[in-house]
């Protein structure tokens, strides 16, 4: 069920690394269909047959590694012009370049900062330095030199990413990862130079660094992303993302002073068969309400725990709930959370490396997530810019203690312009009613919908049981019984070109499935482009026959929160058509029963200060 899902990231310029032409072979040949294969080797002589030709395969060339993709003969290549076109609005992105993963952001003295994985040189990944943005509300945001770059024998060959801590006495520490002058990934910290400049301008590496090396029997080419650490019984702690062989790893880190740390007797968690674990990120949810909880803020409150990793196999964060057991030091998943390539996502479509962080200002959690092109590395190369962040969201548990719900910030609204609203509108089969009157191509639309009667809800199969391919067997056009319905974004005026974000109910024999989809089949008329029918299942009772849906639509992301954050979905899309004024938006049914929109609220989006 994961091949189609894996395989149709290869031409595109999703994982491998910094190999050798065969190593990046070997890691199309070798991960997704090795992994597989042994996992249900078991059961089926097929299985076992590709995992004898994987072993081979791995035997004959060794290690297999995986990041990102490297092309040296675009790594410095500066922009000559930067595309406007497609570039969005109000999501964060720097002026020009390669952006990846959000670093250690965090709150200081009235300041939101936030760094990120930067190529200063480029637009395709490498040259890796931490680029420092400032920000009083996380949205308009200021560019300040860069905080991190390589100079020293321990991050010579790279600086990549980590977390923040704020150690008491509120003092930001900083650990990230550096390639040393032998390739090997090492964790260092950083400090601030002078904690009086507001805006932490300089940052230094003392000479102790690095604090953790890679150490016995740990494989110092998957040693990376340090986590926020958290306090308890006397010790620091942190995780340290890694493999060994096909095993995903978190390891945990125990430290008195942050300086001196020591590897713990057995990992924090890991999972078989589930290779490199990127970017681990840990931490407290309280059991009810929104509110947030400071890392190392446990004591004596109703919570549960997060893990999330990012899987480079399949380059999608994935998360559990469950419970943190503090007398053994880990990390037990709750039986109600899949671990592993099955489990939950924050997002379902382009979301990667995310990492989040306690706004101690709102007593909040706030997730960062690196939103990727869907283009191709010569498109990124044209355009001179590649990568945007998510919008930050506020992050909690939902009331069924199952799953998480996200949101936009709340500081989103302030850009919010002209207001169009649509009330108790009608959609029948085949309608699509265009709301009009706002900016479609950079809007935040929020909208709740009403199914008078579930009856005609389609038979639901057990065995759809992934969500991607089941949308794009079933898209916007294939009529439906409750559903298709939902939004036509970014569409031009004949439909040439669109991008529908739409539920469609099934009925199976319990009760009712709904599926959420972002599908980018028909976005644009460029060729070369990755259109996947991204989707995700929405775990909602649909008691009061509603579902809600908000988009905010930038130029080339459509960013969707199903169900009140239930499920979310982020689409990179590049229309060619339905640019600026040429876009349109559209409410749409293309199911049996008719569907009401309720309430829709639609928003031009105002651009803040952009770095
Ligand atoms: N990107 C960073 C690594 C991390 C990967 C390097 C995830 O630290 O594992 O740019 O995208």
């Not at 869907?374 to 044209?382: M, Q």
């Not at 009401?596 to 770095?611: G, I, Q, Y």
Request: with cysteine.
């Amino acid at each position: 069920m994961f091949f189609g899902t894996t395989f149709s990231f290869f031409p595109y310029k999703y994982p491998t690394q910094l190999g050798t032409l065969t190593t990046k072979l070997t890691s199309v040949l070798t991960s997704p269909l090795c992994l597989v294969s042994m996992a249900v080797s078991k059961f089926l002589s097929l299985g076992t047959f590709i995992t004898f030709l994987c072993v081979i395969i791995n035997a004959n060339y060794g290690r297999v590694e995986a990041s990102h993709r490297v092309y040296p003969q675009f790594q410095s290549l500066s922009a000559v012009s930067v595309k406007q076109l497609l570039r969005t609005s109000y999501h964060f992105q720097p002026s020009k370049n390669w952006i990846n993963d959000p670093n250690a952001p965090m709150y200081y003295n009235g300041i939101y900062h936030f760094f990120y994985q930067y190529n200063p040189k480029g637009a395709v990944w490498s040259n890796m330095v931490w680029a420092h943005s400032v920000s009083k509300d996380m949205i308009n945001w200021e560019a300040l030199e860069p905080a991190i770059y390589p100079s020293e024998h321990f991050d010579i060959n790279g600086a990549w990413s980590g977390s923040a801590t704020i150690l008491p006495n509120n003092k930001p520490i900083i650990l990230y990862t550096g390639l040393d002058h032998k390739d090997r990934q090492v964790q260092n910290y950083a400090v601030p130079a002078n904690l009086s400049d507001p805006y932490l301008r300089k940052w230094i590496k003392p000479s102790n660094n690095p604090v953790v090396n890679p150490g016995k029997g740990v494989n110092a080419s998957a040693f990376r992303d340090p986590t926020t650490a958290w306090w308890l019984n006397g010790h620091w702690r942190m995780l340290v993302g890694s493999k060994r062989n096909h095993r995903g790893i978190a390891y945990l880190y125990r430290s008195r002073d942050f300086m001196y740390w020591i590897k713990a007797k057995h990992p924090f968690h890991s999972v078989p068969y589930t290779g490199m674990w990127e970017c681990p990120d840990f931490y407290p949810v309280l059991l009810s309400g929104k509110e947030g909880l400071e890392t190392s803020n446990i004591q004596g409150k109703p919570v549960k725990h997060v893990l999330k990793v990012s899987l480079d196999i399949t380059r999608y964060d994935y998360y559990t709930v469950g419970t943190y057991l503090t007398a053994k030091d880990r990390y037990v998943p709750d039986n109600t959370s899949v671990d592993g390539w099955a489990g939950l996502r924050y997002d379902y479509g382009n979301f990667y490396a995310s990492k989040t962080f306690f706004d101690p200002a709102k007593k909040r959690r706030i997730l960062w997530g690196w939103v990727n092109e869907s283009d191709t590395t010569e498109d990124d190369v044209k355009k001179g810019w590649a990568g945007i962040q998510a919008i930050p969201r506020t992050v909690w548990l939902d009331p069924n203690q199952r799953q998480l719900m996200q949101w936009p910030i709340e500081e989103l609204e302030t850009l919010r312009g002209k207001n169009v609203k649509m009330r108790h509108q009608q959609l029948k089969t085949g309608d699509h009613i265009e709301v009009k009157g706002i900016t479609a191509a950079q809007a935040d639309v929020d909208v709740t919908f009403y199914i008078p009667s579930l009856d005609k809800a389609e038979p639901f199969n057990p065995s759809w049981t992934n969500a991607q391919e089941l949308c794009a067997k079933k898209g916007a056009e294939v009529q439906g019984g409750v559903g298709p319905f939902g939004l036509l974004t970014l569409a031009s005026k004949n439909l040439e070109e669109y991008t529908p974000v739409f539920f469609r109910v099934f009925k199976s024999s319990k009760k009712h499935v709904i599926l959420l989809c972002s599908d980018a089949t028909s976005s644009s008329l460029m060729d070369g482009l990755y259109k996947p029918s991204f989707a995700g299942y929405v775990n909602v009772d649909l008691a009061d026959k509603r579902l809600t849906l908000r988009s905010l639509i930038d130029h080339s992301v459509v960013e969707s929160f199903g169900a009140g954050g239930k499920t979310c979905i982020t689409s990179r899309v590049y229309p060619t058509l339905a640019v600026f004024e040429n876009a349109n938006l559209y409410a749409f049914n293309h199911g049996t029963e008719t569907i009401t929109v309720e309430n829709l609220n639609a928003w031009s989006m105002k651009k803040p200060r952009m770095n």
